[in-house]
C-alpha cells in the first residue's frame, strides 16, 4: 500500500530538480500525479511513469491555470513549487526584477489557490496545500538575496493567512523551507559566478551538517504533508536545511 493511494496530486515546477522527485515519489506512493511545467521538454523526461501524467502549465498566466484547474475532475493535493532565484542586492534588482520574482514565486500561489481552494471545498473532504517557501526568507537573511528572501517570506505569510481561513474545510496548507539543494538550478547559479568550486565550496559551507542537500529529501517531506499522517498539522513552516539556520 502506498501513502498516497487514492490521491490526485498536482504539482508546478515538476520538471527538474525537487518538483520532478516530489512528482516520481508521490507516483511511487500510489497518486496519481499531474505533473505540470512551463517546459515541455524538461516534462518529457516524466512521460511513460506509471502513475505521472503531464501538462505544460505556465503559472504565470492565469487563463492557463483557470483552464487546467476547471478540466481536473478531481484533486487532493496541490504543490506549489515553481520559483526563482535573483541574486543580487538592493543595488542590483531593478524594478523588473523584484516584479518578476514577485510574479513568479508568490503571486503564482496566490492564482493557483484562487482556482484550486474552491474546488477543493466543492468537494467537500479537505485537502493539501503545500507551498514551496525557503529558509532564506523571514527565517533567515543571506547575501544577495534581497528579493528572493522578500518573496518566500511572503510566502509563508500567504501561507499562515489561507491556513486560518480554510481550516474549517479541512484544507491544510503548509510551506517547506528548504536550505540548499543540489539542483540543475542551482548548478546553473554556481556556474554563473567566477570560480564554480569556489562557490559549490561556499554552497556547502551554510549547511553545518557539511553537504547539500538532495531533491528526494525534500520528497520525504512533501509526501509526508500531503498524506494523511500530517492531517493535524497546518499552518506551519518546516525547514529543512542541513542546519545552516541553527
Ligand atoms: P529548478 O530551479 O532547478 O527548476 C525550476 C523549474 O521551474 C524548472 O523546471 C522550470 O521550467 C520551472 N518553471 C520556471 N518558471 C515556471 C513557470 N512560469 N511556470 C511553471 N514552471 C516554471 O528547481 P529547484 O531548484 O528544485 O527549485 C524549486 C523550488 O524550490 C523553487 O521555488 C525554489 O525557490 C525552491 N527552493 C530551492 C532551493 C534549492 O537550493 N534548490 C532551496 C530552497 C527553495
Request: glycine share 10%; with cysteine.
Amino acid at each position: 500500500m502506498g501513502r498516497l493511494d487514492g490521491k490526485v496530486f498536482v504539482l508546478s515546477a515538476a520538471g527538474q530538480g525537487i518538483g520532478k522527485a516530489v512528482a516520481l515519489m508521490a507516483a511511487k506512493e500510489g497518486a496519481k500525479v499531474i505533473a505540470t511545467d512551463v517546459n515541455g521538454e524538461l516534462l518529457k523526461q516524466l512521460e511513460g511513469v506509471p502513475g505521472i501524467q503531464t501538462q505544460v502549465l505556465d503559472v504565470l498566466n492565469k487563463q492557463e491555470i483557470e483552464k487546467f484547474a476547471n478540466s481536473l475532475d478531481s484533486v487532493d493535493v496541490l504543490f506549489n513549487c515553481a520559483g526563482f532565484v535573483h541574486h543580487g542586492t538592493l543595488l542590483d534588482c531593478a524594478e523588473k526584477d523584484w516584479d518578476f520574482s514577485f510574479n513568479l514565486n508568490v503571486k503564482s500561489v496566490y492564482t493557483m489557490c484562487s482556482y484550486f481552494v474552491p474546488k477543493l471545498i466543492a468537494q467537500g473532504r479537505g485537502g493539501s496545500i503545500i507551498n514551496m517557501a525557503s529558509v532564506v526568507s523571514s527565517i533567515k537573511g543571506a547575501p544577495n538575496r534581497l528579493v528572493y528572501g522578500a518573496t518566500k517570506a511572503a510566502v509563508i505569510g500567504l501561507n499562515k493567512s489561507l491556513a486560518v481561513d480554510f481550516v474549517q474545510h479541512k484544507i491544510r496548507f503548509n510551506t517547506i523551507c528548504p536550505g540548499t539543494v543540489d539542483t540543475p538550478s542551482l548548478r546553473d547559479r554556481m556556474a554563473a559566478q567566477g570560480d564554480p568550486e569556489q562557490a559549490y565550496k561556499d554552497f556547502i559551507a551554510r549547511q553545518k551538517l557539511g553537504r547539500l542537500g538532495t531533491p528526494d529529501e525534500i520528497a520525504y517531506l512533501v509526501v509526508y504533508l500531503a498524506s494523511d499522517e500530517s492531517n493535524f498539522v497546518t499552518g506551519q513552516d518546516f525547514i529543512i536545511d542541513g542546519g545552516w539556520s541553527i
